[in-house]
């Protein structure tokens, strides 16, 4: 058994589990979390988006009631068709962009630096945003959200394709300009990571092409636990805090770790 895979596992486990719906880039952060553990190979990229899911499945429990009660209502009419079309439309966009361009965006973003440049532009955005529409909202619950709203949501979901953007910022941005409470924006958000990330995950499990080694589905197994127990804290506290506080606070912890990754990428101290 290779325990410094396990190892790994774990770290980077608890980093998805962490930042997977903090407006601070999941992505971003395992990939950070991956270049300094020297665990970046091609199982380490299939890891890193499977364990996603464990992520995911805290969002599932904790918001079963709602999920079951939508599911009972998923028909034409009904305020659970309502819902799930709207979240399979917001999907749309991002798949389609992640289809066509997921070879040039591994290529070309999946660095220190451009995740670093991503950190610091979505920062800065979130600040603008927060500070211009948050209080002009008018669509409280994501049951009231309109399929113009989603789409609308889903355009902006887009702009996660770059690494360190953060899929939850940028969702939560394009809903507060599209008219939601925070509140809803952030609840909207969660649900349109499921089928996203499953989707996500789905197509990198099938493209995984080795053989999985006994350490390896160890490890995958680990991760995929670790994410979805601390997922699972963090979402309600995430709320919580949601409810009462500004997210300013992420905004500047995104620009403070973007500048400080730049900073060292440019004076060579760090060069991956």
């Known amino acids: 058994m290779d325990l410094i895979l396990i190892l790994k596992a774990i770290v980077t486990g608890i980093v998805e589990g962490i930042t997977e719906f903090l407006p601070v880039s999941s992505t971003g952060h395992m990939i950070i979390a991956q270049n300094f553990m020297n665990f970046n190979n091609d199982f380490s990229k299939m890891f890193a988006e499977v ?10 429990v904790l918001y079963w009631n709602k999920i079951w009660k939508s599911l009972k ?42 995740v670093a440049a991503a950190l610091v532009v979505g920062g800065i955005w979130m600040i603008y945003a927060e500070n211009k529409h948050r209080t002009n909202y008018y669509t409280r619950d994501i049951d009231d959200v309109t399929l113009v709203q989603a789409i609308k949501i889903g355009c902006f979901q887009c702009l996660a394709l770059w690494p ?26 969660f649900f349109l990571a499921i089928p996203t990330m ?58 403070i770790i973007g500048v400080l990754l730049l900073g060292l990428s440019f004076a060579h101290i760090i060069t991956v």
Not at 51 to 60: E, F, M, R, Y
Not at 84 to 94: D, G, R
Request: aromatic residues 12%; positive net charge; contains cysteine.
């Open 51 to 60: 364990i996603q899911l464990g992520a995911i499945l805290a969002i599932v």
């Open 198 to 255: 499953v989707g996500m995950s789905g197509i990198s499990l099938l493209k995984y092409k080795a053989a999985l080694s006994l350490s390896e589905i160890v490890a995958l197994s680990v991760g995929f636990l670790v994410s979805f127990i601390v997922a699972l804290i963090v979402v309600d506290k995430f709320i919580g805090y949601l409810k009462k506080k500004p997210m300013k606070v992420f905004a500047i912890y995104r620009i």
């Open 73 to 114: 209502n998923l028909v034409p009419g009904k305020w659970g068709f309502k819902l799930w079309f709207n979240i399979v439309v917001a999907c749309i966009p991002s798949g389609v962009l992640g289809v066509l361009f997921h070879k040039k965006i591994e290529e070309h973003l999946f660095s220190i630096p451009t």
């Open 164 to 189: 360190g953007m953060s899929r939850s910022a940028s969702t939560i941005i394009g809903a507060w300009i599209s008219g939601l409470s925070t509140v809803a924006a952030a609840e909207f958000s």
